[in-house]
């Protein structure tokens, strides 16, 4: 077994005998993504050199104790490093490369932590979508099935998780994007209850349903990445100070007697009857490990994709205003005036579906319209929520498919956005809720793509999620098969 293959456990008991050393743990994933991210597509920016010093002063000072020192990990092109271009896989930053003067919150405590960022890895144009089909650097592709999304828009991580070019990775989920390509791509992947993370220094989408979180290849893993990740943070006012617990203890709790709803929203016609299948036979092993199954209703579920595409292109319209190219970024010679110099930054520097998102929120939000829509899907929204939290009454969590279809063919919604945007059907209405979900792998189909589940819990009980999700690792493999690449 080839080091990038190991989980951070894995690597972390061997760096601390030192049988490993960091140097060699990351020549293995730089090698790994010199033989197959031609075909994939997921690294859009390589730091290795940097990386590479960082690997052999960890190996000379021999500190290991952290379970994070020493792990390479990538970094959506979103997240803020000192120094290292960061697009947000967007042409109006890649044209003129923006050089962040400071690290993000996350990236920050991951390198106090002694892990190693090693590069930029692919997202769609300002995360909008759910297939990186939207980056100026073209697609990612699955890494099941090359003529397939990998999802998004946490798809250059997801990818690179699976195919061991990396032991983890970070991601944004606004709607689904980290949930999403974790199911498409066979990983594990935590989006946390807003407020949990800090977002300072991580580009902004829609500043109501933003968080950060990460893909993983195991449960335990991204337990071990959270905590470290998460917490209060004077820089982001959002952030919440309800104490972080110990992740990794609560991986162990038994799940005897837990009550697990399904939603029956989230069974319907429309779902492949593969993924229905394995998210059904999902609930059956959780049934022999001695958890109850019982079905329950969230009936707003329906309105959800309507009501997040208005909130959220509403305010990406609001927060892609700064990208004016006066500062940073793309800019145009000679313009005719102020007006003829944003008109044509702003045109030629956003692609296509960042466009459209722009004037359908800029639409809503505008005097006549804003009461007819930005308000209205606020107050759905919160029914919405209401709907989990009577739901998380009657049950401990809420067991899902994490998308109707495993992933499509690329190109198959290119010139259909709306359908695009129906496959975030099953993660959005958590994210408008603001809470937790696990998603982990639980199946294939018969044409060998991924399929995931997804756990949603109540605010601030990632702990619970992980001990769940645990506990159906340890029942399971599907988490550690591999594709063939
Ligand atoms: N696919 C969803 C969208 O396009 C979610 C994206 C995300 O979570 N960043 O908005």
């Known amino acids: ?36 991210d031609q075909s994939l597509n997921c690294v859009v920016h390589r730091n290795f050199d940097s990386a590479l010093t960082e690997a052999k002063k960890l190996d000379t000072s021999g500190n290991f104790d952290s379970p994070l020192s020493g792990i390479p990990y990538l970094a959506k092109d979103v997240f803020c490093e000192k120094g290292v271009p960061t697009t947000a896989c967007s042409n109006i930053l890649r044209d003129k490369d923006y050089l962040p003067p400071f690290d993000s919150t996350t990236t920050k405590r991951l390198k106090t932590a002694g892990a190693i960022s090693f590069g930029k890895v692919n997202t769609d144009e300002f995360t909008c979508g759910g297939s990186t089909e939207s980056s100026c650097f073209g697609v990612t592709k699955c890494p099941w099935n090359l003529e397939r999304v990998s999802g998004g828009s946490s798809g250059g991580s997801a990818a690179a998780v699976s195919a061991d070019e990396c032991l983890f990775a970070l991601g944004t989920d606004t709607g689904g994007s980290i949930r999403q390509p974790a199911g498409y791509c066979g990983c594990t992947g935590i989006k946390v209850t807003y407020g949990r993370t800090s977002r300072f220094g991580v580009m902004s989408y829609a500043s109501s349903l933003d968080t950060i979180g990460t893909l993983a290849k195991t449960v335990e893993d991204a337990a071990l990445i959270l905590q470290t990740m998460a917490g209060k943070d004077p820089l982001d006012g959002t952030t919440s100070s309800v104490p972080v617990p110990d992740y990794f203890s609560s991986l162990h709790t038994s799940i005897k007697g837990l009550k697990i709803g399904l939603p029956k929203e989230y069974f319907i016609e429309g779902a492949d009857p593969e993924v229905i299948a394995s998210v059904r036979a999902a609930a059956k092993i959780f049934e022999s490990l001695g958890a109850t199954v019982t079905d329950i ?119 259909n956005p709306v359908q695009a945007y129906l496959e975030d059907a099953f993660t959005i209405p958590a994210s408008l809720a603001g809470l937790p979900g696990l998603a982990l792998p639980c199946g294939f189909s018969s044409g060998n793509l991924p399929i995931g589940i997804q756990l949603i819990g109540p605010q601030f009980r990632e702990d619970l999620l992980f001990g769940v999700g645990h506990a159906f690792q340890q029942e399971t493999d599907w988490h550690s098969r591999k594709p063939k690449l």
């Open 1 to 36: 077994m080839e080091p990038c293959s190991y989980t951070i456990s894995q690597a972390h008991d061997l760096l601390k005998k030192r049988k490993l050393s960091a140097e060699e743990l990351l020549r293995s994933c730089i090698k790994r993504v010199e033989n197959v």
């Open 297 to 415: 209703s969230l009936p707003h579920t329906t309105y959800g994709v309507a009501t997040y595409y208005v909130i959220a292109p509403c305010e990406l319209s609001s927060n892609m205003a700064r990208y004016d190219g006066v500062r940073y970024g793309h800019t145009v010679p000679h313009p005719e005036n102020l007006l003829d110099y944003y008109e044509r930054v702003r045109s030629e520097g956003f692609g296509a579906e960042v466009k459209r998102r722009i004037m359908i929120g800029t639409y809503a939000l505008s005097a006549g319209y804003f009461d007819q829509y930005y308000r209205k899907a606020q107050k759905v929204r919160t029914l919405v929520k209401k709907d989990f939290e009577d739901a998380l009454q009657k049950v401990d969590v809420i067991l899902t498919p994490t998308a109707p279809t495993p992933a499509f063919k690329i190109g198959a919604h290119t010139d």
